[in-house]
């Protein structure tokens, strides 16, 4: 049964698990190597120094990159964080939840399949610590237990991101003092919303480790401004600490699945004064204009900075965030090395989706520009993999789903659940140059398609080519000027669209 079959019989999402029988795999536990994602939000990829950044010295991913594969021309299939990570967990495309925008999903399926599910069924050990944006069926109003019946983890130690939990509704990027202007009036609805709130903080994880330890009050206080909390009780640190706790305190036989999301680099900007005082904003590039004028429709929720002097703010607060981002990520291998498990351990650096952060004048994500559909991919796990190795072909996130199932034995069922996603063991191994011919990604009503050099976007008013190697802040449309590459990229969407599910409306779930 293929898999446009499988969502046309019931959503097409839920599993006969008298098929998937847990596998009896070839290799043993110990053999078997570790899991480990590291998924931070929000990163455009241009403020690594390993992808070229010139504003942000990251030497700690700089150094994994060094000990592993990075992927140039790697997409998210979702531009904004609901989307890419409901898409990653369950290996479909947006359009087969109807999920574009962070609103879109009420939840997936009861029963859905999951490839930590899979894992599971091959042997390992789950655990997930960090913000979450999965969206799990929940028979009660426990995601905690739902992210480890429904989604497939053994442990689990999830929160909202610092946006949610300092006072903005879900889905909105508003700062605590526009909310708190905007919600003055003592209206019912307004009174409501506070209620919510509080329901949200009393039952989160951080919220109710800052109740305990009594920084609770400081951290509503300062957000989202500069905070002066102890790194391990801000947020993301917080969540290195938990990450780091959890891979000392590590016993199993099994082999370990480990993912860890960080709310990092996306704003507030709040990371603590010493990772600002190396960025000022007047050194910041500001803005990039193209040549052409974009359909309105395709960044309807893209925002334009006022002024370029907000953008170098922006950027500036971006650099800050990257350099927390990166020194938490040092954290994480650095425990791992401790453990002794850092040998045995394949780690996945990635991001959700992008940021526009000043090009084409642009602030924020939702569309399909190369700022915004690059996760910033770098795989390592240097006795098994090459090392400091670039890939420019096109590869998806979601074929990190087949490329884990390979690498843990998975059981055939599960290894075939997804036909359109492709391991990436050839190209970490360097046995292959490629493994797909195209990458998309998408929006309502536009699709983005790449063969690792152009880059073609396509909707309902809007024909725009790129090329990637020439033009990677794509400010120049060559559409007009090379019919016969709009062609052949448009033929390529048509075939995708045949062969790659189920197109559901947005708010179907």
Wanted: aromatic share 12%; net charge positive.
């Amino acid at each position: 049964m293929n898999f446009d079959s499988k969502i046309k019989l019931g959503l097409a999402l839920l599993v006969n698990q008298t098929v998937l029988q847990a596998a009896t795999p070839t290799k043993s536990d110990s053999q078997r190597p570790n899991i480990v994602f590291i998924e931070v939000d929000d990163l455009n990829y241009e403020y690594l120094s390993c992808f070229g950044s010139k504003l942000v010295k990251t030497p700690n991913v700089d150094n994994f990159a060094q000990n592993g594969v990075r992927f140039t021309n790697a997409f998210a299939q979702g531009m904004m964080s609901g989307p890419s990570r409901n898409s990653l967990i369950t290996g479909m495309y947006a359009h087969n939840m109807g999920f574009y925008q962070n609103g879109d999903m009420k939840s997936l399926p009861d029963g859905v399949w999951t490839f930590p599910k899979a894992l599971q069924r091959a042997g390992y050990y789950s655990s997930w610590v960090g913000k979450c944006h999965i969206r799990p069926f929940m028979a009660t109003r426990d995601k905690t237990e739902a992210m480890r019946t429904q989604m497939g983890f053994d442990f689990v130690q999830q929160t909202m991101g610092r946006t949610v939990l300092g006072g903005a509704e879900y889905g909105e990027e508003e700062s605590a003092a526009k909310k708190a202007k905007k919600n003055a009036a003592d209206t019912p609805e307004n009174i409501k919303k506070a209620q919510r709130k509080q329901q949200i903080q009393a039952a989160d994880w951080y919220m109710s480790s800052l109740k305990k330890t009594g920084y609770e009050e400081q951290f509503l206080k300062e957000f989202p401004n500069t905070s002066t909390l102890p790194e391990d009780v801000y947020l993301d640190g917080f969540f290195s600490k938990s990450a780091e706790d959890f891979i000392k305190g590590y016993k199993s036989e099994k082999p370990l699945f480990m993912w860890i999301n960080y709310s990092v680099p996306h704003g507030p900007y709040d990371v603590a004064e010493e990772y600002h005082k190396p960025f000022s904003a007047d050194k910041m590039p500001g803005f990039t204009t193209t040549n052409y004028v974009t359909p309105p429709n395709l960044i309807k929720r893209t925002k334009s900075f006022k002024s370029e002097a907000e953008a170098k703010k922006e950027q500036a607060g971006i650099a800050a965030s990257v350099s927390f981002m990166d020194r938490q990520v040092g954290r994480i291998i650095k425990q791992l090395k401790d453990k002794g498990l850092y040998d045995n351990t394949i780690i996945v650096f990635f991001s959700d989706q992008g940021l526009m952060a000043g090009d084409h004048h642009l602030i924020h994500k939702s569309t399909l520009f190369r700022q915004i559909t690059n996760p910033a991919l770098i795989i390592s796990y240097p006795k098994g993999f090459e090392k400091n190795k670039t890939v420019n072909s096109p590869v998806e996130l979601r074929d990190l789903v087949n490329t884990v199932l390979e690498i843990s034995n998975a059981n055939t069922a599960d290894k075939s659940y997804h036909s359109t996603s492709y391991s990436l063991l050839p190209l970490l191994q360097a046995k292959a140059d490629k493994v797909r011919d195209y990458a998309f990604a998408e929006i309502e009503d536009y699709i983005c398609v790449s063969d690792g050099k152009y880059r073609y976007i396509e909707g309902v008013d809007a024909q725009l080519l790129f090329d990637d190697e020439k033009d990677p802040k794509n400010l120049n449309n060559i559409a007009a000027a090379s019919p016969e590459i709009v062609k052949k990229l448009s033929s390529e969407i048509a075939k995708w669209k045949l062969n790659s599910g189920k197109f559901l409306p947005s708010k179907s779930m």
